[in-house]
């Protein structure tokens, strides 16, 4: 309870001194802009991919505090990378009461950081009677994709492929994210990783579309990296339905926060920057 009292007086000192110190919102040009006027413009919009980064305590309170905030504007769909799509039962039975947090926690594989980052909004959608999607691709895939490429994929049941995006996955190995992954990884990276990041951003995007409802705001959470530049997840999203209105939001840290570095530049719609001083989660 100290921990998010803590946040909940750091979101509200920064919200009414300028954001002057724990972090920034920019918008895709470096514009400031406040948090007020950022909820404003995503209200109107039919999908929310929220881009954290994943041990950010700012990150995962402005999740919490945009879809209260959103929840009274728009009926709210949930979703996140952190639930993997066979575990979806298991996150329904929890959302309607029928298990309790030890049930969910020995049934769905949840995160190290569950607890303290992602329960609150769990629990807001249960709370709220809200669904709840999880998105991601089974990780025991993305690991066969990782060693054996995408062909691999066929060789599923057909209640497996029921939990991925719908065979043959789309890619473009020439996307800038997925050739900066190669770049970051060095000697490390490999075509087959790219492939492997794709099946998760196909599978998100898949899940996202299929759950979407019309006059709904679905907000997703994900790791920055899946959604930054308009790629990612993003890209799936457009070739399933390109009329429906989009916007993302990305997290970075910065020794200063008071202007937005050349590199985040166009990361993302809504930019939130956040002091690289500021504690993490894990």
Known sequence: MRKYLTLSLLFITSLTYGQERAFVIFNSKGKKVSYKKM??????????????????????????????DLSTKRR????????????????????????????????????PNYKTDYAPLVDFAKQNKLDFIATNIPRRY???????????LDSLSTEEKEWIAP????????LPTYKQ???MMGEHGSPKLVMAQATKDATMAYFIFRNYKKDH????FNGAYHSDKYEGI???????????????????SQEDVSHLEEENLNRADFIICVDSDMTTTY
């Open 39 to 68: 909820a404003k413009t995503l209200e109107k919009k039919d999908v929310v991919l929220f881009g954290e980064s994943h041990n950010n305590p700012i990150s995962h309170w402005m999740q919490l505090e945009l879809a209260s």
């Open 76 to 111: 709210l769909i949930l979703g996140a990378e952190m639930f993997e799509a066979d575990n979806q039962v298991a996150l329904n039975e929890y959302l309607e009461g029928k298990i309790d947090y030890a049930g969910l926690d020995s049934t769905a594989r949840l995160w």
């Open 142 to 152: 993305a690991n066969m994709v990782f060693k054996k490429g995408f062909e691999v």
């Open 167 to 174: 065979l043959p996955i789309a890619f473009d190995s020439e």
């Open 181 to 183: 992954i190669l770049t």
């Open 217 to 220: 705001l679905f907000l997703h």
């Open 234 to 252: 993003l890209w799936y999203l457009k070739k399933s339905d390109s009329q429906l209105n989009y916007a993302t939001i990305s997290t970075v």
